[in-house]
């Protein structure tokens, strides 16, 4: 099985209620920024959206389970990793690092921090959001609590239940012959070119989602899609499903102001790619190198 950056680690085990704290990783957010002790910025990123990483990064461990007192806006505990307690916090978003660590955007951390330190971090930064946004019932408006034994806050008055939410979004990486369309959202560095990729709408299924999303954002019609793999991505709380596809027919026709623009690219002419953090670049690399193999077979 891929492991892929933010997929869970095998030896971490969810929990939500801890019976003895002792020491313990700390996953400690202001915003969508993370704390670390850090070394000096000096690694270059392949992520555009990075400009240098450090040479080395780790979390914070504290034998205190109680050490950031009352400066912390809200407490969760993640279970354990390898037998070590996990705790998620959030701090003001004024916060000041203690002394010796510094906050960072967790792309900047990806292959820095240790690769299971890093996946928990994205599931952290999730639900310390949606505890966040969950603080009142979605339906009466009055305050929600935490449940003790599941991931879950409810609402005492009319009992409505706040799970985590994920959202479920597909990719498609389509060929036709030995030449894959690539495409540019505006949102994009400059540059960059990815697989198309759009979030399921109720009452769909993953396949009528790759058909209506590679309709719309370039008007062209698929057929024979094939799985290849998953990703937890926690900008803010979607699950990638990635798909290659055949081209079955049309041409292509950008959608206005979602596409900037989309070609069909020769897999030994590819354009700037995404960074390797990204199933869409795993998708991209895995499927060129089926391609570049047929070839030479
Ligand atoms: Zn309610």
Redesign the pocket.
Known sequence: MMQLPFSSPLDFEARVHCESPSEGHWFVFRGDQVLVEMGPLERPSDDPRVRARPAWARLPSQKNHNWLGESATRTLYLGCLGGTHCWAAELPRDAAAPAGMSWEGLRTLFSVLDDAHFAIAGRALQLIDWDRTHQF?G????PTEPHAAERVRV?P????SAYPRVAPAVMALVKREKQILLARSPHFPQGMYSALAGFVEPGESLEQCLAREVAEEVGLRIGNARYFTSQPWPFPHSLMIAFVCEWASGEIKPQDGEIEEANWFEVLQLPKLPSKISIARRLIDAVVKELIGRDQT
């Open positions: 019932c339906r009466c408006g009055a609402c008055a009319c009992k409505l």
